[in-house]
T-cell receptor, first 116, second 114 residues
Framework: DTGVSQDPRHKITKRGQNVTFRCDPISEHNRLYWYRQTLGQGPEFLTYFQNEAQLEKSRLLSDRFSAERPKGSFSTLEIQRTEQGDSAMYLC??????????????FGDGTRLSIL | AQSVTQPDIHITVSEGASLELRCNYSYGATPYLFWYVQSPGQGLQLLLKYFSGDTLVQGIKGFEAEFKRSQSSFNLRKPSVHWSDAAEYFCAVGAQGNTGKLIFGQGTTLQVKP
C-alpha cells in the first residue's frame, strides 16, 4: 500500500493561467474524491468518481474546473483562467466502496496552489 | 442540512494532561462519523471511525471517541497528550446517500505545552 499520491506538492502561478493537478489513488480503490481546503477551514467536497464515472459535482466546482478519471485509475483536476480565490490546498482521497457502506477515505498530502 | 461544528478553534494543553475535543453534528439518521488529524503541510490521517455498534470507539495513537446520539456529539479524547499530538483535528460526517463524501468541521488546532 503506497498510499494516495498527489503531484505537484506546490504550484505557484499567475492569475489567468491554467493549472492541472494529478492524483494517484490506492490501487484497489474504486472511489476517488477531490476536496478543497482554505486556510483555517476544513476540507470542502468538490467532486467524486466511482471508477471512471464522475457521479457528483459540488456547486463549488465552477465551469473553470474540470476533473477526469479516464481509466478509473489516476485522476486530474484542471483549473482554467485561475483567480486569486482559487488559492487553496487541493486534496485527493480514495476509498473502496463496498455494499453501500461509507468506507474510510485515505487522503494524499495535497497540492498547495498559490495564485500571484 | 448536514453540518459539523467544532466549537473550539484552538486548544492548548500541557504534555501529559488529558484531552477532549468537541464535535457536534447535524444529521437526520444514524451518522457515519470520523476523526482525522492533519499535520502542517500534510494530508489527513484517519484516527478513528464510527459506523454502528459500540458507541465508544478506539483509534490509533491512543485516541478514542464516544458517540452520543442524545447530544448529537462525537467527542475525541486522549488520557495523556504527547508533544507529537500537536496538529489540527477534524471531525467529519458521511453525507446521506451512498456517495461517501465527507462533511468536515472547521477544525481544532491543538497546541501542546512542554
Amino acid at each position: 500500500d503506497t498510499g494516495v499520491s498527489q503531484d505537484p506538492r506546490h504550484k505557484i502561478t499567475k492569475r489567468g493561467q491554467n493549472v492541472t493537478f494529478r492524483c494517484d489513488p490506492i490501487s484497489e480503490h474504486n472511489r476517488l474524491y477531490w476536496y478543497r481546503q482554505t486556510l483555517g477551514q476544513g476540507p470542502e467536497f468538490l467532486t467524486y468518481f466511482q471508477n471512471e464515472a464522475q457521479l457528483e459535482k459540488s456547486r463549488l466546482l465552477s465551469d473553470r474546473f474540470s476533473a477526469e478519471r479516464p481509466k478509473g485509475s489516476f485522476s486530474t483536476l484542471e483549473i482554467q483562467r485561475t483567480e486569486q480565490g482559487d488559492s487553496a490546498m487541493y486534496l485527493c482521497a480514495s476509498s473502496l466502496e463496498a455494499s453501500g457502506s461509507n468506507q474510510p477515505q485515505h487522503f494524499g498530502d495535497g497540492t498547495r496552489l498559490s495564485i500571484l | 442540512a448536514q453540518s459539523v461544528t467544532q466549537p473550539d478553534i484552538h486548544i492548548t494543553v500541557s504534555e501529559g494532561a488529558s484531552l477532549e475535543l468537541r464535535c457536534n453534528y447535524s444529521y437526520g439518521a444514524t451518522p457515519y462519523l470520523f476523526w482525522y488529524v492533519q499535520s502542517p503541510g500534510q494530508g489527513l490521517q484517519l484516527l478513528l471511525k464510527y459506523f454502528s455498534g459500540d458507541t465508544l470507539v478506539q483509534g490509533i495513537k491512543g485516541f478514542e471517541a464516544e458517540f452520543k446520539r442524545s447530544q448529537s456529539s462525537f467527542n475525541l479524547r486522549k488520557p495523556s497528550v504527547h508533544w507529537s499530538d500537536a496538529a489540527e483535528y477534524f471531525c467529519a460526517v458521511g453525507a446521506q446517500g451512498n456517495t461517501g463524501k465527507l462533511i468536515f468541521g472547521q477544525g481544532t488546532t491543538l497546541q501542546v505545552k512542554p
